[in-house]
């Protein structure tokens, strides 16, 4: 139920207040201006309504508005004159409603000054279209553990309970999130994502509960946080076991208790959201090493799925490609038909250590490539063992040819890769296809340059290009 707080002086617009919205709403009436003030302060609500009968009270709507910003402020009053009217408009009002009002005016200015700062929210955070597929029935689900995965993600969408989906990278997770919230009871609400693991702690804080005017250096106005601006809907945090412990004690009390507070704010902020959260990591792992709370884990884990990758659903890869096919032709205005039957072939014979998202990289560069009307094996570009002994011989002196050759023989010998090992393979063979320049590396990989750098240093990768390198080799000259 929505939170509104009626300041009305002489009781008479509390009054009609009270019985248009008591069923549908949760009402707060204060008649004195120091403790109306002192209950906007302290705590938050979803709307509020102030009676005026002249623009004496048109100080205090400016300053709410602009301590607040997305909060909706209508205006009541028995002056009609149509310059306090364009002055309450122009000072931050929602709505301004003349005495005597119906029930059914009432209800209607609430409602669509709610869906107003709703579709505000959205606008401040989703910029960009979501990349989403909002029926279970366009998955592609042709081998037996897809279509498990489904069957329980179906089952899950329809409650309110906490969602851990786990998998390699590029298995999809974001793509399945997104599936299950357009197929719950907050349809209608907002959808919010979010990667953990591409801002840095202290902005992330910031991103996800938002901060007050002044918190920090930059702070130059009242930001609302991604908790807030999912509020009745679904917030996807992705990669969630990149979080930090401090962050993750707060996430708790999220979970617990549907509330929090601002960065350098004291004003205690309820959301009623649902989480969906998505992790590579092995999280009972991470608990044992002290990175993740035990009681954080427990309470995402309440409806956990494992996606599985795209080796163990070989059976996909066809309809998959095809799919991804047609997506690039369109947006490249392309006309390819297919792929060859070598091809084609080749793409169900890969491992495809990076999942879908590989495979996506790998069509869209064979589309840009491609000059007949189907796609020749050529054009895949996919790190067969013929392709990497020409890269060794191409390298000459450089030194990550030690590193290639020390993989191949890996491969030669048969040894099971682990995922990080899959993960390292994956970045170098793009990183040498887009001649080591990261951003270019970043893109096709689908992750931020920020992200790839993270990786590159975590997994030891160097190049005798790259600048930081260059002042190393300096350095151990002198």
Same mark, same amino acid.
């Given at each position: 139920?929505?939170?509104?707080?009626?300041?009305?002086?002489?009781?008479?617009?509390?009054?009609?207040?009270?019985?248009?919205?008591?069923?549908?709403?949760?009402?707060?009436?204060?008649?004195?201006?120091?403790?109306?003030?002192?209950?906007?302060?302290?705590?938050?609500?979803?709307?509020?309504?102030?009676?005026?009968?002249?623009?004496?009270?048109?100080?205090?709507?400016?300053?709410?508005?602009?301590?607040?910003?997305?909060?909706?402020?209508?205006?009541?009053?028995?002056?009609?004159?149509?310059?306090?009217?364009?002055?309450?408009?122009?000072?931050?009002?929602?709505?301004?409603?003349?005495?005597?009002?119906?029930?059914?005016?009432?209800?209607?200015?609430?409602?669509?000054?709610?869906?107003?700062?709703?579709?505000?929210?959205?606008?401040?955070?989703?910029?960009?279209?979501?990349?989403?597929?909002?029926?279970?029935?366009?998955?592609?689900?042709?081998?037996?553990?897809?279509?498990?995965?489904?069957?329980?993600?179906?089952?899950?969408?329809?409650?309110?309970?906490?969602?851990?989906?786990?998998?390699?990278?590029?298995?999809?997770?974001?793509?399945?999130?997104?599936?299950?919230?357009?197929?719950?009871?907050?349809?209608?609400?907002?959808?919010?994502?979010?990667?953990?693991?591409?801002?840095?702690?202290?902005?992330?804080?910031?991103?996800?509960?938002?901060?007050?005017?002044?918190?920090?250096?930059?702070?130059?106005?009242?930001?609302?946080?991604?908790?807030?601006?999912?509020?009745?809907?679904?917030?996807?945090?992705?990669?969630?076991?990149?979080?930090?412990?401090?962050?993750?004690?707060?996430?708790?009390?999220?979970?617990?208790?549907?509330?929090?507070?601002?960065?350098?704010?004291?004003?205690?902020?309820?959301?009623?959201?649902?989480?969906?959260?998505?992790?590579?990591?092995?999280?009972?792992?991470?608990?044992?090493?002290?990175?993740?709370?035990?009681?954080?884990?427990? /309470?995402?884990?309440? @409806?956990? #799925?494992?996606?599985?990758? !795209?080796?163990?659903? +070989?059976?996909?890869?066809?309809? %998959?490609?095809?799919?991804?096919?047609?997506?690039?032709?369109?947006?490249?205005?392309?006309?390819?038909?297919?792929?060859?039957?070598?091809?084609?072939?080749?793409?169900?014979?890969?491992?495809?250590?990076?999942?879908?998202?590989?495979?996506?990289?790998?069509?869209?560069?064979?589309?840009?490539?491609?000059?007949?009307?189907?796609?020749?094996?050529?054009?895949?570009?996919?790190?067969?063992?013929?392709?990497?002994?020409?890269?060794?011989?191409?390298?000459?002196?450089?030194?990550?040819?030690?590193?290639?050759?020390?993989?191949?023989?890996?491969?030669?010998?048969?040894?099971?890769?682990?995922?990080?090992?899959?993960? /390292?393979?994956?970045? @170098?063979? #793009?990183?040498?296809?887009? !001649?080591?320049?990261? +951003?270019?590396?970043?893109?096709? %990989?689908?992750?931020?340059?920020?992200?790839?750098?993270?990786?590159?240093?975590?997994?030891?990768?160097?190049?005798?290009?790259?600048?930081?390198?260059?002042?190393?080799?300096?350095?151990?000259?002198?």
């Amino acid at each position: 139920m929505h939170k509104i707080l009626i300041y009305d002086t002489y009781r008479t617009t509390a009054d009609i207040m009270v019985a248009a919205l008591r069923d549908k709403c949760v009402l707060t009436c204060k008649t004195n201006k120091v403790e109306f003030q002192e209950e906007i302060q302290a705590k938050q609500h979803d709307l509020v309504f102030i009676d005026i009968d002249d623009g004496r009270s048109l100080p205090l709507l400016e300053k709410l508005h602009n301590r607040d910003p997305y909060l909706p402020i209508i205006l009541t009053s028995n002056n009609e004159k149509a310059e306090l009217i364009v002055q309450a408009m122009n000072s931050g009002a929602s709505d301004f409603l003349v005495h005597p009002i119906s029930p059914e005016r009432i209800n209607i200015a609430v409602d669509k000054a709610i869906k107003i700062r709703d579709q505000r929210f959205e606008i401040a955070y989703l910029r960009r279209n979501q990349d989403v597929v909002y029926d279970f029935r366009d998955v592609v689900a042709v081998s037996p553990s897809m279509r498990k995965v489904i069957t329980s993600l179906e089952r899950f969408a329809g409650t309110d309970s906490t969602i851990l989906i786990t998998g390699d990278t590029g298995t999809g997770k974001s793509f399945l999130s997104g599936t299950v919230h357009f197929n719950s009871p907050r349809r209608k609400k907002p959808f919010v994502k979010i990667n953990c693991a591409n801002i840095p702690e202290d902005l992330l804080e910031s991103e996800l509960f938002g901060h007050e005017k002044g918190a920090f250096t930059g702070a130059d106005k009242q930001r609302i946080g991604r908790f807030e601006q999912a509020g009745g809907g679904t917030i996807f945090l992705d990669e969630i076991g990149e979080m930090k412990l401090r962050l993750q004690t707060k996430l708790l009390r999220v979970l617990e208790e549907k509330s929090f507070e601002r960065v350098g704010g004291n004003k205690t902020i309820y959301s009623d959201v649902r989480i969906i959260a998505a992790t590579n990591k092995d999280l009972v792992e991470q608990v044992d090493l002290g990175l993740f709370r035990e009681d954080l884990y427990y /309470r995402i884990n309440v @409806l956990p #799925v494992s996606l599985p990758s !795209l080796k163990e659903r +070989k059976q996909c890869i066809q309809p %998959l490609a095809e799919i991804l096919l047609d997506k690039f032709c369109k947006s490249t205005h392309r006309e390819i038909l297919g792929f060859r039957r070598e091809a084609m072939e080749m793409m169900i014979e890969y491992d495809w250590p990076g999942n879908i998202r590989q495979l996506a990289n790998t069509i869209e560069r064979a589309v840009i490539l491609e000059d007949g009307r189907e796609i020749r094996a050529e054009n895949l570009s996919l790190p067969t063992r013929k392709m990497r002994k020409a890269v060794r011989r191409s390298a000459g002196n450089d030194p990550s040819a030690g590193e290639k050759e020390a993989r191949e023989s890996g491969r030669r010998a048969e040894k099971p890769l682990s995922l990080a090992d899959q993960e /390292r393979e994956l970045i @170098l063979m #793009v990183l040498e296809e887009c !001649l080591w320049v990261q +951003k270019n590396a970043a893109a096709k %990989l689908g992750i931020s340059p920020r992200a790839l750098n993270y990786k590159i240093n975590k997994l030891g990768i160097t190049h005798p290009h790259w600048r930081r390198n260059k002042r190393k080799e300096d350095r151990e000259k002198v």
